[in-house]
Structure formats: C-alpha cells, structure tokens
C-alpha cells in the first residue's frame, strides 16, 4: 500500500517541487500531489463524508457564517472533486500512505502564506464540526483521522486585525470554549499559529470559562473557592521557598555541568554525612549535653585555663566539659514543680540500687520530675544508633533500586535528548548550567555506549593477569606494612606513656600534650602517602574503563582504612581501656574521646594540605614549569574514603565524647566549600567520560556495611563488657554501662510487680547482644530483599 520516498534529482519533478510561497495557487496544487500514495477507495470516502459534513454545516449554522466563508466552502468543494478525479486517475505505484500523508500535512512548509484570520476561521469550522459530532453521535473515535485540511486556494488575506477578523476570533473562542477541556487542548495545539497566539485564545477561553462559572456560583462557594485558590498558592508559594532553601543546590549543578556524575557522587556524599551528623548532634545535645550544662557538677579547684593547645589536642580546658564522657554525672536531677517552692536534689548512685536517687517520697500535692542522666546516656546512645541505622539501610535500598533501575531501562539516551531539557529555566545562568549538564550526561552515556571490550590474545590475557597480580602484591604489601608500623609506632607511645607516670621528676604539660599528637600525625600521613601507591599500580594496570577503575581504587583505599582503624581500636579497647592503671588514666573514656578528636583533626588539616599541594601547586608547576594545558583529575576513590573514615571516627567517638559530631559538622562543612572551590579551579573532566550510577549506591554501601558497623560492633562491646572508670563518668562503679538500664527496670518492678515482664524483656532482649545483632541483621536482609523487588 505505502512505499518509500523517492529523492531522485529528477529535473522534472524539481521543477514541479519549485514553487513560491505566495502563490496560494500553486501551493496548495503542490499539496493536493501528496495524496498519491491513498488508496482509491479510501479518498472516495473521506470526500463522501467531507461533503456530507460540508453541507450538514450550511444547513445549520449559515447564521453563524460569513460570506468569505460560503467562498472558501464553495472553493474547497470544487478543490475537492479536482482532487479526487486526480486521486482516481493516479496510479497505484504513485500513491501515498495516509500516514505519510498526516505527516507532511503538519510540517510548517504546508502553513506558508496562511494569514491568521484564514487559520481562525478555518478552526472556527472544524470546531463547529466536532461539536456537532460530540452532540449527535456517542463519540469522535468511529471517525478516522484524516490529515490536515489545506485552505490554499481560499484566498490570501493579510494580518491586519479586522472587525471580520474579531468576529472570526470571538466565533473561534466561543466555540472553544463549548468543547471539552481535552478536545479544546487538542484542537489548539494543532493550529498552525505562534505560542503567543495560542496563549492569548487560551486566556480568553479561560476568562469566558471563569466568567460564566462565575455567574453561576452563589456567595458561599465563591468565597469557598477564594479560600481555596488562596491556599493553593500559599502552598505553592511555601514548596517554593522550600526548594530554595535547599544546601548547595546551586554549587552541585555546577560540578555536575563540568565534571559529571562521578565527582558529583563526592559531594552528594558530602552532604549526605552533613545530615547524619546534624542528626547525631540534635540528639546528643538535646538529651545530654542541655541537661547536663543546666546543672552541671562541682568543678575541682585546680581547673586548667584555656591556653589555645586545646584546639589541637582536645584536651585541658576542654577536659572538663561537656564534650567529654568524664564531665557527666551519675545522678539524677529532681525537680519539684510547686507553685512555693522549686528546688533542684541531685543524689548519687550507689553500687548496685538506684532507689535512693530515683524514687523519693512524694510530698503532699507536689509534682516531681526527674531526669536520670546515667539512663538517658544508655538509652540516647543506644537509640541514636539504632535510628541511624534504619535510616542507613532505609537509604541504600532505596539507592539500590533506584541505580539498577536506571541501568536496566532502554533508551536512556532518547530520553536524555528528548525530555531532559526543563523550559520553566529561564535565567542566563541557569541555562547555560542546565546545558552543561545535559552534554556531560550525553558524553557519559554515549562513552558507554561505544565501549566495547577488545579482542585479546591468550598471552594478552596472561600478561594482563600478571600484571593485575603484582599490582595486588604491591599494595597489599604496603597495606600490610603501613599496619604493622602504625602497631609498632602506637606500642612505643603506649611505652612512653609509662614511663612517663613511673619518672618521678616532673614533665613539661606542654611538651606533653604535644606529644600525644604524633600518632595522629604518622597515621594521617600513611593515609596521605598509601593512595599514591595505589594509583601508581592503577597507572601500570592500565585500565580501559574509567570507572572500573574508580571501583579498584576504592577497594585498595577501603583495605587501608578498615586496617588502620582495626590497629587504632585495639589500642583503645585492647590496650588503654583494658590496664588504664598502667598509664596513668583516672578516666580512660574521656581519654580515647581526646585521641579521637585529636584523629579526626588531623585529617582534616592532612585534607587540606593534599588539596593545596596535590591539587593547586601541582596545576601550576604543570602550567607553568612543564607548560602543559593538562589538570589534575579528581581523585574520587580516595577522597570518598577519607570521608568514610573520618565519619567512623565520629561514630566511634559519640559514646566517649557526645559533641564529637558538631566537630565534624563542622569539618564537613569546610571540607565541601574547600573541595569544591579546588575541584572548579585545579582539576579537569575525566578524559573518558563515563556514567557512574551506582557509584552513590556503592558509598552508602560502604559506609553501611565496614564504616558504621564496624562502629556499633565496638561501640556494642564497650557498653556491654569493659568495665567503666571509678572516678568519672555516669557509670562509675558499675560493672558495664547497660548494666544502669538492668538496676533502672529492677527498681520499676519493685515498685509496680505488674512491671515484671519488663527485667524478662531487658535480660533476653537487651543484656544479649546475639539478639540485638541477628534483629539488625533480620532487618538489614528484609529491606535488601525489597530493594531486590523494586530492580
């Protein structure tokens, strides 16, 4: 039935293809030769029923028509036949398809020297026609679409606004506004007319539609509806505001449009860690640190003045704080609410009853209130991480999903070209980065496109093996020895620390202090120097995909870090929290909290330098000594996992010091507007372009699985079987810290012996860390199993 268009340069028929524009005539001739490919019979009908709707039109509505308009219909008929004599008389092979011809009906070449006025009254009549048939037969489906009428022929009218013209309009717009609101949609947007135009018939539909509802309203549902539109708009308007306040929206689409997804993965991290510890903070300020600074503890009388070290070291004035474990009480704080009489009783914990310090005698018409700060310790520790950890595996199915769900779908790249584009951007700049990031987004997925694994020969294959098994070899070794020099290292700080309480001469406390921070400082710099070699054997490996090789690098950086951060927890919870006697430490917690401090610190100010020499000095000696165009590229692999293991260092520290979190709020915070400065000034693109979708999903991963439950496991072990420090702390002379929730539910039973089944509940369920572990696990496998179901 349909056959392909032939482009031969037949000279004939580029003459007959050749005619002006203006010339309606011959326009409208060159048209009528589109409807070659139609079946005979077919174009017999479509006439049949044109004629018959023609004249349905005159019998009915010859008020509503003016006499340009019985012209045009006599002219069309006319047209018509000549057109169907020259449909018959063409030849089957010379026809065209009805889709071909609906097709090349609605390009802008067919709508040439139409005036508007010819345009309106043309859709003036097609409107009338499907009202017509919306009222006399059940619907407009049974119809088939024909192609785009031509009024070439009816005459060329100019664009000067008329009172014909207005009359045609308001005919146009009244008609419109008859119709359903599909049918009207539909109808404008098939007018060959400019969006300002259609825009201008929309509005007066929409004035005339509003008007005669509003006629009909009564004074209560216009005022209902008032209220309602009002509201409309204050929702829209506050969901505006909202998006606007959104944290560094403006700089995430700037390294997005330059760099791509891969170093905007970072950043997205970045700001993914900020909201956790804002989290972390909230919670441990709110329940701990508040009502510990409301009613603080006797200070002793030789307290160290604020000297400047300490925001270094993180200890001195900061040891008798807030921000340490062995600031806190353990007692509770009862208040007595009376209208005469308000009085704050702070009553020590004994050994093993808290009935003195928790259940006093009511007095009369007196309301108590008491905050045990020992339980709230317990119960806010614990309870902040079970969130977080809800909050953590909530996060990585659903990234899950949402990354395979991209992978697997077809036709990423059409819709990237097709739907990609947002028209509401209005702004110079928000345009010009909206293009960047559509053509980085196209680089990357048409890079993935052609990547095609090469051919290789089996000794190809086997060089490569052994090439990939040296690089292996070397960068476990250096792991390995990066390990046993950092255990060797803390040992002899372990050794200087007892010798030093076993010298009987006094010791300078600045030299002291100072001396603390030289773990910190060999271990920062092994993380600053080990990635080096990982990307040299990277280099020699020679990769063909970018991001496989992202994913190599991350594994190499994650064994340095689960290794270092192994050693340093074995010379907390192994070493100082186990013989603290033997160093000299009256309150150990708040010791491992100072050395965290003093870890996360230096990792920053490591950070910092790497950005300034690997980063900026290294793009200017480029530039101008070796007078090279060529930047650093972002290391992602790396700097991804500084960021996992400061954030295991500050959930490490929340049990030792509550307000480690703010510390890293703020380094995450510096951290992101250094970075990204850096990144837009040092650093180029990637030379291949690649699409790392899941590489998001793969740092929650990491960050779930080695950094913050390798976190609770210690966090876990401290509070269930090291013994706290005698002198300080909410849980001194206590065997283990959840042993304060074991002697809070016992006074509740004694008390009420209906609470029985709570010293059940806590002994099983509690005091068993097995159980704790096998739910969270439980937990973890359903929310995986139903990122799986969504894929």
Known sequence: MARNVNFDLDPHRLEACLESPVDEVGLHNSFSQLLMEEESQEAIELLERQNELDEEERDRVDDLSSPDEEIWRRREDVEGEEEGRRLLDLPTEERWSSATLRVLSSMPSRTIGRSRGAIISQYYNRTMQLRRRRQSKPSAGHFSRSARPSICGYGVETDDVTDGDRNKRDHLVNNLQNLPASDRVRMLRAMPLSVAEKNDLRQLVGQRIQRSNHSQRSCCSHLKLNIIIALRHSWYSWLSFLNSLQLWQVALKKVSGRFGTGVLSYFLFVKTLLFFNLFLFLVTGLFLALPQAIHPPSVPPGRVSFSGLELLTGGGYFSESVMYYGYYSNYTVTRNCSSSNSSVIKTSQPSHSLSSRTMEPHCHNNIKLSYNIPLAYFFTIGMAFFITCIILVYSMSKSFGRSFRIDK??????????????FKVIKKASV????ENISTQLKELLAETNQKPGQKSVCQKAGRVTVHGVAWLICV?????CVLAIHFFSEHMYQDMQSRVNS????????????LLALPVVVSLFNLLLPGLFNAAAWMEEYDSPSVRAYVSISRNLMLKTSVLGVLCYRWLGRIAAEPEKVGLNCWETFVGQELYRFLLMDFIFTILDTFFGEFLWRLFSQKAL???????????????????GQTLAWLGVLFSPLLPAVQIIKLLLLF???????????????????????????ITLLCFPSFLGAAVCVTYTMWSIRPSLSCGPFRSLANMCQSGKLWVQELESHNPNLSWLTWAHSYLVENPLFLFLAAGAFMWVDLCSASSHV
């Open 409 to 422: 779908s077809h036709g990423i790249l059409a819709m990237k070209v097709f739907c990609s584009w947002d």
């Open 432 to 435: 010009k980065l909206r293009s």
């Open 477 to 481: 070794g250096g792991v390995l020895g």
């Open 504 to 515: 009987t001469g006094p010791g300078s406390p600045l030299v002291t202090e100072a001396s």
């Open 627 to 645: 007078k090279r165009k060529r930047k650093p590229v972002f290391d992602i692999a790396r700097n991804v996992l500084e960021l996992i293991y």
């Open 673 to 699: 507007y250094i970075k990204q400065a850096s990144v837009m000034m040092n650093c180029q693109s990637p030379r291949k372009p690649y699409r790392a979708s899941q590489m998001t999903t793969i740092f």
